[in-house]
């Protein structure tokens, strides 16, 4: 179910990142890993591989085993079977204290008896540094963070952006092979976690180093991530690019997971090279251009993001396909963007997203307007399973 | 009807000024219960100190008689006296009973911390649901008396006690020790009567850990006992601090235990005050004796204090 890391069409944001070239090794490999909790499957049968100077997102919904993962990688939790190899070397059996990959914790764990530099300091004293190479890569590292000047006080004095700093600090002293993040900005207020998630960005990439991310948000997976994974029941659903992710899933779980979506269940009527056409109950015949693994006369589903479905008062021009009518039955004002959704003559209900794009108070589209619904071909995705 | 804006502010002023003295009251209760029945003893007990026997009832001299006016109290004052102080200084079987207490009372500490701390790790790295059961097994002694608790250790340590059957079942022994009337069994008692108030600081400190600091102690390359001093341990200090006061300081003047399980060669200075009281019915020393302890325990008292307050600024 996972796709390979390379892909002529990756829509990777970074040209240079190895994920796109298919001959190399990759720098983590995850080998059927299975870990259950008294009976209860936290990961199943899962593989995964993480190149080197990745940033990759697993995201999934709470319960999904993501952390599980996150803490057999650490070596925190010791996989029920499978195997884990880092540089081709197995993890499996090594403990945590002697695994060269360093975690950065939800609660961000700070010592609170210690001072910030001696926090920092902890894996750096572990492995018998000098002290002044210890405290040069102490400043360093507070530097890096930008909290220089912070390194005599206690966690406690400190505030909670200002403590996630120092735990990333600390995390990244011993120069890891891989930066494990367990929701690092969940305890984050909004507008500085979107700050800190183009920190990390550019931390990681002036690092060079490998950061594997776990969260539950989407938007901070899809911000930060060259590559994601997104789970759920233990296993990995799908894994690609974020663009891949958001605009060709693999599945109805997958599509609806991210982001906002309209899922309509049809049949397909006709095929041809660059178009499939559908029936289906909910609004009148469909067209689609990606034609998935579908055949004439299978079950499918339409998913169609509400941002490329167009919404007007007057009907447009060519009706024939993927046009529907209906009645405005709810409208959601974000600010940026409004949200209605609209009731169609089938009694199936369908969102569309319209840009606010003037400053009027007043929208031209209200509560019980007859409305037009319609998009290109190309706008949907046709779902198998 | 529309209320005058300035008569609600009076209100609420009022409101805050009955809610200060509550306050107040509230504050002062505690200040109360001490000056009336610790503060004002103390200070009967320090007068005692400085007065001189006489066979009389009190069975001591000068007495105050408030009603006999300034002269009377001019008589009272240049009556007392430092020579119960000076005396006690002077006979070595006083100073030699505080050495023997402070002796015991920290060897059962360290004794006590050695014995809790894994007790208490133990309860606090239990499965949650085991937690309660545990905690009802340290406090159920509580529900015998302290006496008969002791009156007990008497049966099990006598030379054909339960302790001497086993070890002779056991033939770890041919001849049975005689337990009783020796420091061993002092220890014993102390150990067995005081665990709980070790027990209980530690694991309240214990249980309130992260344990993501251990895995965090982990990730950065630090070995489970390395982790343990690195960690666990600096973060329990205010549980050991805790329950080291709460044992040493009754220890120290404990005389129940050394008066039934110990020998009659050294005596702890709480029976020595028990010999000044009732058998010497000398008050002034006894009460001499007395305000000298408590001197003595004011120092670790101060010193635990002093490491709270440097907590509070250092922030644990």
């Not at chain 1, 195997?83 to 499996?92: A, C, E, K, Q, S």
């Not at chain 1, 958001?246 to 006709?270: C, H, K, M």
């Not at chain 1, 209605?340 to 400053?359: E, H, I, Q, W």
């Not at chain 2, 000056?35 to 001299?61: C, D, H």
Request: aromatic share 8%.
């Amino acid at each position: 179910m996972q796709n390979p890391p390379d892909a002529a069409s990756a829509l990777s944001r970074r040209d240079c990142a190895p994920c796109s070239e298919p001959a190399k090794q990759p720098l983590l490999r995850i080998e059927e890993v299975s870990k259950s909790f008294s009976g209860a499957a936290a990961v199943e049968q899962l593989s995964l591989d993480v190149f080197e100077g990745e940033f990759f997102a697993l995201l999934g919904p709470s319960g999904c085993g993501k952390t599980t993962l996150l803490r057999m990688l650490a070596g925190l939790e010791a996989p029920d079977s499978g195997r884990i190899l880092l540089d081709g070397n197995d993890l499996t059996a090594v403990p945590p204290y002697r695994r060269p990959l360093n975690m950065m914790f939800q609660s961000y764990a700070l010592f609170p008896h210690l001072k910030v530099e001696d926090n920092i300091a902890f894996g750096l004293k572990q492995d018998r540094l000098p002290a002044a190479e210890i405290a040069m890569r102490v400043a360093q590292m507070l530097a890096l963070v930008r909290l220089e000047g912070y390194g005599k006080r206690k966690p406690h004095q400190l505030s909670g952006g200002q403590r996630q700093r120092v735990a990333l600090a600390r995390s990244l002293a011993k120069r890891p092979r891989i930066l494990l993040l367990d929701e690092p900005l969940a305890a984050l207020d909004k507008k500085l976690r979107g700050e800190t998630q183009f920190e990390l960005m550019s931390l990681q990439e002036q690092l060079g180093l490998t950061f594997i991310i776990v969260t539950h948000d989407q938007q901070e997976a899809m911000t930060v991530a060259d590559r994601m994974g997104v789970m759920n029941h233990g296993r990995l659903i799908q894994v690609a690019t974020p663009a891949e992710i958001y605009e060709q899933p693999n599945s109805r779980w997958v599509a609806d997971f991210i982001g906002e979506v309209n899922l309509i269940e049809g049949r397909v009527l006709t095929m041809r090279a660059d178009a499939i056409t559908i029936a289906s109950t909910a609004a009148a015949q469909l067209c689609a251009t990606q034609a998935g693994s579908a055949n004439p006369g299978d079950s499918v589903w339409v998913a169609l993001r509400p941002e490329k479905v167009r919404i007007s008062r007057e009907q447009p021009e060519q009706p024939a396909e993927n046009c529907a009518a209906g009645q405005v039955c709810g409208i959601g004002y974000l600010g940026d963007i409004s949200i209605y959704k609209v009731r169609l003559d089938s009694g199936f209900v369908m969102k569309a997203a319209l840009a606010n794009m003037t400053r009027a108070l007043e929208r031209p589209i209200r509560s019980d307007d007859r409305v037009w619904l319609h998009w290109t071909a190309d706008a949907a995705v046709v779902l198998t399973q | 009807m529309r209320t005058a804006p300035g008569a609600d502010i009076g209100a609420v002023v009022k409101h805050r000024k009955t809610d200060r003295w509550g306050a107040r009251l509230v504050v002062l209760v505690p200040y109360l219960w001490l000056g009336l029945f610790f503060l004002l003893p103390f200070l009967i007990v320090l007068k005692i100190s400085l007065s001189r026997p006489a066979i009389a009832q009190p069975p001591y001299t000068p007495v105050l008689d408030i009603t006999a006016g300034w002269q009377a109290l001019k008589v009272f004052i240049g009556g007392l006296t430092v020579d119960n102080y000076s005396f006690i200084a002077s006979d070595r079987l006083y100073l030699a009973s505080y050495l023997k207490s402070l002796e015991v009372a920290a060897l059962s500490t360290v004794l006590l911390l050695v014995i809790g701390f894994p007790l208490a790790y133990g309860m606090a790295r239990a499965p949650r649901r085991w937690q309660p059961i545990l905690f009802m097994v340290v406090v159920v002694p509580f529900w015998t008396s302290f006496l008969i608790r002791i009156y007990a250790w008497i049966n099990v340590l006598q030379r054909d006690g339960l302790l001497n059957q086993a070890l002779l079942a056991l033939r770890i022994v041919d001849e049975p020790p005689g337990w009783l009337a020796t420091d061993t069994a002092v220890y014993i008692g102390m150990v067995y009567s005081y665990l709980p108030f070790m027990v209980l600081p530690l694991y309240a400190t214990l249980e309130q850990m992260d344990a993501t600091l251990l895995e965090a102690a982990a990730d950065l390359g630090c070995p489970r006992w390395k982790a343990f001093w690195l960690v666990t341990l600096p973060l329990s200090l205010p549980g050991i601090a805790a329950g080291a006061q709460l044992c040493f300081i009754p220890i120290v003047g404990e005389f129940v235990i050394p008066d039934l399980l110990g020998g009659s060669q050294s005596s702890m200075i709480g029976q020595t005050l028990w010999t000044e009281f009732f058998l010497n019915k000398d008050w002034p020393v006894a009460s001499a004796v007395a305000v000298v302890l408590l001197c003595l325990l004011l120092v670790p008292i101060l010193f635990y204090q002093r490491m709270q307050l440097r907590d509070l600024a250092g922030g644990l």
